[in-house]
């Protein structure tokens, strides 16, 4: 089955200690991205990939970090995180750049306590 | 800096109506226009993505037209049911960055 999978569904932590938030399609696409939804501050893009090795920083990139070593990964990446970072978070794929239609996760409910 | 709108915030309406949902964008160097539905608790699904030389997609009873110059989008639903409800966002892609922008979404209920 085609799919975005998006691991753990949900996750505390305490503020500084550093956490990975996995993101894996099966679809071959060559364009992933992340995303934080906030109530009265909607969806908002974090980072985005247009191919392996190519990233580049959406609206709030600021606190987070990404890398795209295989085609099919894209993990996100908190260092040091804090209380403003809890979110509900998404990744996204599409077959090539802007042409095709997103594929979202199911999300990551991430709490920072 | 684009900024992505959506009115009505909420709509509820009877089953079986025709409803228009409105998405209004100010730059208009954009690369496309994608349509999205959320069910609670759950991903964001496409529904219809128009491309900039494009002025409407057609999927079902969901018929999305794209007017680029002017920096609007409507989202046409026929005969609306239970099933519909949900919120549906719209999303721009910047034509230069590729970064994709969000408006705050319409809240759709469908009563009964």
């Known amino acids: 089955e085609a799919q975005v999978t998006q691991n753990p569904r949900y996750l505390i932590t305490v503020t500084g200690k550093k956490l990975t938030v996995t993101c894996s399609q099966n679809m071959n696409h060559e364009y992933m991205s992340w995303y934080r939804q906030d109530p009265g501050l909607g969806l908002r893009q974090i980072y985005y990939s247009m191919n392996v090795e190519v990233t580049d920083k959406g609206d709030v990139p600021e606190g987070y970090k990404v890398s795209r070593k295989e085609k099919r990964n894209f993990p996100l990446i908190l260092e040091s995180p804090s209380p403003n970072q809890t979110s509900l978070y998404f990744c996204a794929s599409s077959f090539r750049t802007g042409a095709e239609k997103l594929f979202f996760g199911s999300g990551t409910q991430l709490s920072v306590l | 800096k684009q900024e992505v709108t959506q009115i009505p915030a909420a709509l509820s309406v009877p089953e079986g109506e025709n409803l228009v949902l409105n998405c209004s964008f100010t730059?208009?160097?954009?690369?496309?226009l994608q349509w999205f539905r959320q069910d609670p608790g759950k991903g964001l699904t496409s529904l219809l993505l128009?491309?900039?030389?494009?002025r409407e997609q057609t999927s079902g009873r969901l018929n999305a037209s794209l007017d680029k110059s002017s920096g609007r989008s409507t989202l046409y639903i026929a005969a609306s049911q239970p099933g519909d409800s949900a919120t549906y966002l719209c999303?721009?892609?910047?034509?230069?960055?590729?970064?994709?922008?969000f408006g705050s979404g319409t809240r759709l209920l469908v009563r009964p």
């Open positions: 128009i491309q900039s030389s494009q």
């Open positions: 999303a721009v892609l910047m034509d230069s960055s590729y970064k994709l922008i």
């Open positions: 730059d208009s160097a954009i690369y496309n």
